[in-house]
């Protein structure tokens, strides 16, 4: 089989980490190089002594030629890389995801660019025909999209939502509100109706066909992985949800609450519309670091290949 090489930026991310994960599992791409900054010169395994047969590969300061780059980096440093890469690129930040203004009010500096392909899989796979960059989903974006999609055309004017969210989602620097005696046995809302993911969010319920506005309320949760979104939508509808999905190797509908170690660890959404006497609850849990990163950024690297959108990807985690 034809190999397609990689190049991870920000390998000593925790977001880089799970994409070499999901490259070596993959049996189409082989990682050639993992690139970082304070951590470069190091090998692999002395920052992420899991990651199996790459463990003794030496994390370098300088991009590497790839047919495909991961940009796992800080939002601002990933547009800065960009322009000097050929081939294959897919931003797991914030950088390429908005247009202007709601790009410069979302993260607090102006883009020169417009914006990449927004790579929600659900949006389409036809999208992705001659497409080469591709902005990756938000974590809490891709939870509350895949929450919303089915019902875009039917959205009430004003949608309300709450995410819970793990600590892993704030990145692998330590600060105040990730401290450990910060985040254990406690619940903290953060950007009360100011998250930076809300105007994606309204970007992909647009290129779905719909409109509305989102109050969102975030909460940082004692977890380490793994995100819950909860939406009262009155409208949705379970069979139009499973319509919808039906053909999605990626994503679970159910009509039961959703659990979130079923998708942990995993590639996996798993959306569940749960009905009681007229009112109805529509719930999304994913992995911040699978779906709402790394996996959904090898999922968009198969796509733009013409591969399969699960390919290498289907592996299921710990069942107890
Ligand atoms: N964490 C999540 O759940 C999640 C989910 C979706 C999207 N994202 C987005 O993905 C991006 C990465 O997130 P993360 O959580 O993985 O962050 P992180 O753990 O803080 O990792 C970022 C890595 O980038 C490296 N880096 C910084 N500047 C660099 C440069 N110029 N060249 C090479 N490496 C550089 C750093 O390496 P050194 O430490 O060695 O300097 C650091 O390890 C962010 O934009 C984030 O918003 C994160």
Not at 165 to 172: K, Q, V
Not at 193 to 208: D, G, M, S, W
Not at 226 to 255: C, E, F, W
Request: glycine residues 10%; neutral net charge.
């Amino acid at each position: 089989m034809e190999t397609v090489s990689v190049c991870v930026h920000g390998a000593s991310g925790y977001t880089g980490a799970e994409c070499i994960r999901w490259v070596l599992n993959h049996p189409r791409l082989r990682l050639v190089a993992a690139t970082a900054q304070k951590a470069a010169g190091k090998p692999l395994g002395s920052l992420w002594p899991r990651l199996g047969r790459a463990t003794s590969l030496i994390v370098g300061a300088e991009p590497v030629a790839a047919d495909v780059h991961l940009l796992c980096l800080p939002h601002g440093q990933a547009a800065l890389i960009a322009p000097q890469l050929e081939g294959y690129v897919v931003d797991l930040s914030g950088d390429h995801r908005l247009a202007e203004p709601e790009h410069s009010a979302a993260y607090g500096f102006a883009r020169a660019t417009a914006p990449w392909l927004y790579g929600l899989p659900e949006l389409g796979s036809g999208r992705y025909a001659g497409v080469t960059r591709v902005a990756n989903p938000g974590c809490f974006a891709t939870a509350l999209a895949l929450a919303l999609l089915p019902a875009a055309r039917q959205l009430p004017p004003i949608v309300t939502a709450t995410g819970l969210t793990g600590s892993t989602g704030s990145g692998a620097s330590p600060s105040e509100g990730t401290h450990h005696p910060t985040r254990a046995e406690n619940l903290r809302p953060y950007k009360v109706l100011t998250h930076q993911h809300v105007p994606e969010v309204l970007r992909a319920v647009t290129e779905a066909g719909g409109s509305t506005e989102l109050q969102f309320v975030p909460i940082s949760a004692p977890l380490r992985r793994g995100i819950l979104v909860t939406v009262p939508l009155p409208g949705a509808d379970l069979d139009a949800y499973r319509r919808y999905y039906a053909d999605n190797p990626l994503l679970v509908v159910s009509d039961r609450p959703p659990d979130l170690n079923a998708v942990v660890g995993t590639a996996f959404a798993q959306v569940s519309v749960v009905r009681h006497q007229g009112a109805a609850v529509v719930f999304c849990v994913i992995d911040n670091l699978g779906r709402g990163a790394a996996s959904q950024a090898i999922a968009n690297v198969n796509l733009m290949l013409g591969r399969a959108v699960d390919e290498g990807l289907g592996a299921i985690g710990p069942v107890v």
